[in-house]
């Protein structure tokens, strides 16, 4: 008896979605490489949340992530946690120390600002920054903002095969007491925004920690830009729109949210808009779910 019962659903299964389909595919929802692009992001104008529109490009399957600080590598998009985890070609790591001011840092536009932010847990290691730098405020000495951040911070990162390169003095910096530290880290939070020309630093290395994993030494941090992403509490209307077969999206204005129902949009969702001719597909499928059932 239970095998007649799943064999029918396996076989209604299409039927519902085909009745469904000349409504509501789901043009928004699309892959760069092998990162799936969904709510609320997307590649096209017009699909997603507004506040994450003209912000991410897929060139030759790499997808990039652009903001006014410059553009990012995004090596994941984690749905489940709401979080980006981005890479900037010009970041300093464990390996490599790239000065000369070349590096993005981390700024995002005002109106862009509520919609995503670095993790609490994201540490900024500011290097070779001027003592006129605003982020000693006239104190160079006192490394005033400067802190570690989930277990990390600059005394473990000079401990990286870059800085012998560079031909660090672990205590240098002690020796000139009034002078700027060559590493001052701190998380976004305390500052928010990572502009290296206003804090007129040489470069920077970010990292990051999937707490509660504690990660010892600064060779198994994990470089990059965890960025925490958030629609802001309005995840109503998108959930109400996908529930009844929509794909969200935005209006022309670039802030509206639309409801995108096959032939037409909605501002709310698609049993506003539902027409009579896909109430007539539904009523078929229904019929044939029924007679498929009662023949069984
Ligand atoms: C995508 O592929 C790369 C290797 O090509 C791999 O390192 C990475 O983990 C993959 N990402 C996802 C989200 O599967
Ligand atoms: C619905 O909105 C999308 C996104 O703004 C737009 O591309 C599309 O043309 C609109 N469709 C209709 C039928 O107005
Ligand atoms: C960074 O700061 C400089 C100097 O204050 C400014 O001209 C520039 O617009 C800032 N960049 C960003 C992305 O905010
Ligand atoms: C950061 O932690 C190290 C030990 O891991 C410690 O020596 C150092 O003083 C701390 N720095 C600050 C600014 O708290």
């Known amino acids: 008896m239970t095998i007649p019962i799943f064999t029918a659903f396996f076989f209604l299964s299409p039927l519902f979605q085909l009745g469904s389909s000349s409504t509501n595919i789901n043009t928004c929802r699309s892959f760069c490489g092998n990162i799936t692009i969904d709510y ?37 998009i984690d749905y489940a946690y709401q979080a980006l985890t981005l890479h900037d070609l010009h970041m300093s790591t464990c390996d490599t120390i790239v000065l000369g001011s070349k590096g993005n840092g981390f700024a995002v536009e005002t109106w862009r600002a509520p919609y995503m932010n670095p993790t609490a847990d994201n540490i900024f290691m500011l290097i070779g920054c ?13 490394h005033l903002p400067c802190r570690n951040v989930s277990g990390m911070g600059c005394e473990e990162y000079y401990g990286c095969p870059a800085w012998d390169l560079l031909g660090h003095k672990p205590l240098g910096s002690k020796m000139f007491g009034s002078g700027p530290p060559e590493c001052c880290a701190l998380s976004f939070e305390a500052i928010k925004s990572i502009n290296l020309t206003k804090l007129q630093c040489e ?74 001719s896909s109430r007539r597909i539904y009523s078929v499928a229904d019929t044939l779910a029924g007679y498929v059932i009662y023949t069984l």
């Not at 992001?41 to 992530?65: I, K, S, T």
């Not at 982020?135 to 006192?142: A, S």
């Not at 994990?222 to 925490?228: D, F, L, M, N, Q």
């Not at 729109?241 to 409801?259: F, H, K, S, V």
């Open 130 to 142: 001027s003592a006129e730098s605003p982020l000693f405020q006239g104190f160079p000495g006192k």
């Open 203 to 276: 470069g920077y290395s970010s990292a990051y920690s999937l707490a509660p994993l504690r990660v010892d030494g600064p060779n198994g941090w994990s470089y990059g830009i965890r960025v925490k992403y958030s629609v802001q509490g309005n995840d109503e209307f998108c959930r109400a729109c996908e529930a009844t077969g929509g794909t969200c999206g935005y209006g022309t204005d670039g802030i509206r949210q639309l409801c995108m129902c096959g032939n037409s949009n909605s501002t709310s969702n698609c049993d506003t808009v539902k027409s009579s």
């Open 40 to 76: 609320p992001f997307a590649l096209q104008y017009g699909c997603g949340h507004p506040g994450f529109r003209d912000l991410l490009y897929c060139m030759n399957d790499v997808l990039m992530f652009h903001i006014s600080s410059g553009s990012y590598r995004v090596l994941d």
